[in-house]
């Protein structure tokens, strides 16, 4: 026993450097940036099943490495960030896209929301994509033209600390209307570019069309 104590002590003092590097690595992962596979298509059109997308830790608080104890307060979430969180209430990680901030009145009829009373705009593209215009930031949007049980919900009032947070794929995403207001804990970081994206249906090869794609 004492024999293996002292070759991996060697070991750690012959490799030091590497050690080092390893544990700085993924200490800034944890605290200050990461990347998240994305394995459904709950924000299509605007992330596709199999990106590769870069999220900023920093974006909204500094955490101590390897917890979830924030140090410093970064930033405060924004109407139309898209964000991961890990949900309480769906007991895994999600990424969605902020609808509703603190202060928020918000509601939606047959597929069109309702923020502070104001009707959010849309405009047909292609298909089943529509142009949201979520109070001054337009991203994209689609609709299944089938009937869903969350089409509509009355006035909701968001609460200090919450968000309300919706996919992008309307009519296909586990989001606020399910799972509820996301606690301002429960933000993990902002979504800020599609690295790169794998395609299952091409023997995992990357995308040529998806890489390096800022995120609105």
Known sequence: MMLIKQKLVGL?????????????????RSSLADWYHVPSGSMLPTIEVGDRILV?????????????????Q???PERGDIVTLNS?????????????????????INNQLIINGQL?????QQSD????????????????????PKDSFTNIEIPAG??????DNRNN???????????????????????????????YLPKTNRNLIDLN
Request: aromatic share 12%; with cysteine.
């Open 12 to 28: 750690c003092k012959q490799n030091w450097g590497f050690l080092l590097f390893i544990l700085l690595m993924f200490a800034s």
């Open 56 to 72: 900023n830790k920093l974006a909204y608080r500094l955490e101590l490495p390897f917890t979830d104890i924030a140090l410093l």
């Open 74 to 76: 970064t930033g405060s």
């Open 88 to 108: 309480k209430a769906a007991q895994e990680r999600l990424v969605k896209r902020i609808v509703g901030i603190p202060g928020d009145h918000i509601s939606m």
């Open 120 to 124: 959010v705009g849309y405009t047909k």
């Open 129 to 148: 994509f529509y142009q949201e215009d979520l109070l001054g930031k337009d991203h994209l949007v689609q609709f299944i033209d089938v009937p869903h």
């Open 162 to 167: 919450y968000y309300f947070v919706m996919g």
């Open 173 to 203: 995403s586990i989001d606020s209307r399910y799972i509820g207001l996301v606690s301002k804990r429960e933000l993990q970081g902002k979504a800020t570019k599609v690295i790169t994206s794998l395609d299952k249906n091409n023997y």
